[in-house]
Each structure stands twice: as C-alpha cells, then as structure tokens.
C-alpha cells in the first residue's frame, strides 16, 4: 500500500470519527444542555418574577417575630409547669391579703373546693369553686382585681353576686355586704419558658370605685340609736328660743341648734312661735320630716 493511499485512509477515518462526533454532539447533546438551560432560566425568571412577594413575606414574618417577641418579654402572667390545690390556696390567701380590710374592718371569706383538672395539648387548668363568700365591696374588688392582674394566669369563669344586709350591735347599726361564689381556673402549662416573666411585678394599689351593690332604700333599718347619739324620737322639748332648743333626751339636758345631728339626721327648723322644732331624718334611704313641740300638759302637771 502506497504511502498516499494510507494517509488517504487515516485522513477518512479521521473525517468519519470527527463528522460522527460533532453530528452526536449537534444533534443529541448540545439540544440537552439547551433544554437545561432554557429550565433553568424558565426558573430563574419565575423567581424574579416573585421576588417582591418573598421580600414582603420576609418582612411580615420578621414583623411577626419581633412583634411576638416582645409580647414575650413584655407579659406579666407567669404559668407554672403544675397547679396544685395547696399552692392555689396559698395564692388566694395573698389575694385576701391584698383586699385587706375596709374602714369598717370588713374582710373576705370563703370555702375553696377542687373540682378537677383540664388539659388541651400543651395546656391545661385546675377548676376550683368559691363557695359561701363573704365580703364587702371594697375588699371584693380588690379581690377580683388582684385575680385579674396578679402574676398568675387565673380565669373567673362565672361570678354570682348577692346584696345583703343586717342590723348588728344590738339593732344600733346596720352592716351591708355582698355574698358571692365564683368558679376559678388556675392554668398550667408544659412549656418551661412561660413559668417566668420578666415583666412581673407587685400590683399597685388602686381605689375601689363607688360601690354599685349599695341600695338607695334599705330593707333593714337600725331601731336604737348607738351611745351617746341623740335618738329625736325620744327628746322631749322644754323649751325653744330664736335658734335654740332645750331638750331632754332620758335624764340628760341638750341644746341644740338649727343644723345640729341629731341620729339619722338634723335639726332643720327651728319655731318659737309655734313651740316646736322639726328634724330631718335619713331612715334608711327614705326622708321623713319628725315635729316635736313642747309638752305643755305635762309642765301644767309638774306643777
């Protein structure tokens, strides 16, 4: 074989290999890598395309985050792992505590009772029920309000109110108060970063409003006047000048003067001419006018 007709079949064998790659190439390879990368350039424009709605999502959850977070940091209940009767009773004791006692030296009392316990998940409560109590409106509403705010997650499920009231001390005073019962929720929880609060502290001391429960008419009313109060429907005048009345109330001598107290009420008028004096009297609620005058018969008969 000549020299020139080798190099003739190398050359063609060269040709056929080179023609056969690059066909393999142009026709089944390179059309690949174009579909990949048309995918992935289809991709990336969907992507720019939703880049503004996952910006805006980003920023609505890092709003979400530090909105919770402080939320978090600000609360002020604290929820313990466990609720126990014991640690319960003692807690409504420092409530009883922070009511302290009214000017009267009123308190509140009741009867605390288990009555089981709920749990839903991570969550749970305690129910106990407030029986038979006691107090008045000044320590109620603190009460109430130490259960609300205090740093325990506690939940007044029903309430009931009662208005009572009572002549004391020997029919001399009257003593008004409410009775009440309540159904009481002490929550608990599995989550350990909820027993604390940074937040918590001491309560502080607000005034009770006006108390609601406080009838414009009693039903029951004092029938003795307490010592050392002048009882106008016992007095027996002896005597009236120009703003002035002598009046014997059992064996001792007043004088009074228009505007004087007097029990349940005042001196209002005062009239010479007519030998009497009139009083005002608060019996409960309701206003009565009380008229005395001197006893003239029973001085003709003294003498």
Do not use: C
Not at 82 to 98: N, P, V
Not at 185 to 213: G, M, R
């Amino acid at each position: 074989m000549s020299f020139k007709l080798r190099n003739t079949i190398v050359l063609a064998v060269l040709f056929v290999l080179i023609a056969g790659g690059g066909g393999f190439y142009w026709m089944y390879y390179q059309p690949q890598q174009l579909s990949a990368a048309q995918t992935e350039i289809d991709r990336i424009d969907r992507e720019l395309v939703d880049f503004p709605n996952t910006v805006r999502q980003v920023e609505d959850l890092t709003n979400l985050l530090v909105d919770t977070r402080r939320r978090y940091d600000s609360r002020s209940k604290e929820i313990p792992p466990f609720d126990i009767s014991s640690q319960t009773y003692a807690y409504m004791s420092r409530g009883i505590d922070e009511a302290g006692f009214t000017q009267q030296n009123g308190f509140i009392r009741f009867n605390m009772r288990y009555k089981g316990s709920k749990t839903i998940g991570d969550y749970g409560y305690n129910m106990y029920e407030l029986l038979d109590g006691e107090g008045e409106f000044e320590n109620l509403y603190k009460f109430i309000y130490f259960l609300e705010n205090g740093n325990r997650l506690y939940k007044v499920n029903h309430i009931t109110f009662d208005n009572r009231e009572a002549v004391l001390d020997g029919g001399t005073d009257t003593r008004k108060w409410i009775a009440f019962s309540m159904e009481l929720h002490a929550y608990f929880t599995k989550i350990p970063e909820l027993s604390t609060s940074l937040a918590a502290k001491s309560l502080p001391v607000v005034p009770s409003p006006a108390d609601p429960f406080n009838p414009l008419v009693l039903s029951v009313v004092p029938k003795a006047a307490p010592e050392g109060e002048i009882n106008p429907e016992n007095v027996e005048v002896k005597a009236i000048l120009p703003g002035k009345v002598f009046a014997m109330d059992g064996e001792e001598l007043h004088v009074l003067h228009l505007g004087d107290k007097v029990w349940n009420g005042y001196v209002s008028r005062i009239s010479p001419a007519e030998s009497k004096v009139e009083f005002t009297l608060n019996e409960g609620g309701i206003i009565r006018k009380l008229v005395k005058k001197i006893a003239f018969d029973k001085v003709q008969k003294n003498r």
